[in-house]
């Protein structure tokens, strides 16, 4: 018995004294991407397969430098789901609240707004179809404005019908100093401003085009008297 005890805490205690090796959890294989196989343990890659004698990713995964990465789309009922600020709902990948998937799917990235910084046009999809990626700044497309984070159609037509879900009164004769508002179901003048003749403007208000002319008149006795 003495023998026995002795044997047991020789292991144990050169374990512990670093004389001997501890057990170790089977080491992933050397094979890398395209290298030869008989088994999944002989793939290094993380996630990797042996297929057809050769490692690599299955259909439903991405290949990155590291291994296979179970992207935003690809079903997820038995293994957690890969890419960066996704979860696992409804046996499907998807992207968590707040957060939309980059173009390769392989991540996802906080839902960016109008002016935030972009790569690609499909990083500003969320601000619609006419989200489009400009300098590397999320902007509208030419036939589109910015309405509440939104890129919406125009409607340059004072009087036109309008949607104020999907479309924005927008007068290209006014610039950025837009007078105009979807009231009602159609294009009409803020407040007390006035439709041009034409149609194709609101004016300003009198007490703004009053101040306006002031302005006007006092920059050029500014100028007068230098």
């Known amino acids: 018995m003495a023998s026995s005890g002795v044997l047991v805490c020789g292991v144990v205690c050169g374990v512990l004294l670093g004389i001997l090796p501890a057990a170790t959890t089977a080491a992933r294989g050397r094979a890398g991407f395209g290298e ?11 996630n990797s397969e042996c297929i057809n004698n050769v490692c690599a990713c299955n259909s439903s995964d991405v290949k990155t430098e590291t291994g296979c990465l179970l ?66 700044r999320c902007r509208c497309s030419f036939t589109t404005a910015v309405d509440d984070n939104m890129c919406k159609k125009k409607i340059d037509d004072l009087g036109a019908r309008c949607n104020k879900d999907t479309e924005v009164c927008y007068l290209e004769r006014n610039g950025d100093n837009q007078r105009v508002e979807c009231k009602e179901g159609v294009c009409t003048c803020k407040g007390k401003h006035k439709p041009s003749a034409d149609n194709l403007s609101c004016g300003a208000g009198t007490l703004e085009a009053l101040s306006l002319a002031a302005s006007f008149i006092s920059l050029l006795l500014a100028k007068a008297m230098v």
């Open 36 to 46: 030869s196989c008989t088994n999944a343990s002989d793939c290094n890659p993380l």
């Open 71 to 136: 992207p935003v789309g690809a079903r997820c009922r038995h293994r957690p789901c890969d890419a960066d600020n996704s979860e696992c709902l409804g046996g499907i990948c998807i992207c968590k609240p707040g957060f939309i998937q980059a173009y390769n799917n392989t991540f996802c990235f906080k839902t960016p707004k109008y002016d935030d910084f972009c790569e690609k046009d499909h990083d500003c999809l969320a601000l619609g179809e006419g989200g489009r990626c400009s300098s590397e």
